[in-house]
């Protein structure tokens, strides 16, 4: 499956109700090597800006999960935080260039200033930032 299918399986997703962050890792959970229904359940509390704080957008967080998953080294190899970490702030400064926030009251049109995109469109760029990073050679 190449990118645009996987954005098109994750508008699907949330177009039946899953939030941003399900969304966008049950796009990439194959790549990721993470099981469906427990990347499902992981990044349920990350809707809403994280449980519905309104903070960091469920696309991009569900984009970092997926990377994270993938790249880890697991218990047995904590040393691989630091790259993860890299891979993480790529994705978040690569996101934020492209929208301007990472922030759910910002990207929403919340704080005053309408909203620069619908959330369709973040969750395909969150899409896009975790296939980059896990199909990258």
């Known amino acids: 499956m190449d990118e645009q299918e996987r954005i098109a399986k994750a508008l699907d997703y949330h177009h039946a109700g899953y939030n941003c962050a399900q969304s966008t890792v049950l796009a990439v959970a194959d790549l990721a090597g993470l099981a469906p229904d427990e ?3 992981l990044l349920e509390g990350f809707g809403g800006g994280m449980g519905g704080f309104s903070e960091t957008c469920g696309a991009i967080s569900g984009a970092i999960a997926a990377v994270s998953y993938a790249k880890s080294g697991g218990l047995g190899n904590p040393i691989t935080k630091r790259a993860t970490y890299d891979l993480s702030k790529e ?8 929208n301007g926030s990472t922030r759910c009251p910002v990207l929403k049109g919340l704080e005053g200033a309408p909203a620069p995109h619908p959330c369709d ?3 395909a760029d969150g899409v896009a930032l975790a ?3 896990l199909t990258r050679k």
């Open 39 to 41: 990347a499902y359940r």
């Open 91 to 98: 994705m978040v400064d690569r996101f934020r260039a492209k």
């Open 121 to 123: 469109d973040y969750v």
């Open 131 to 133: 296939y980059d990073l």
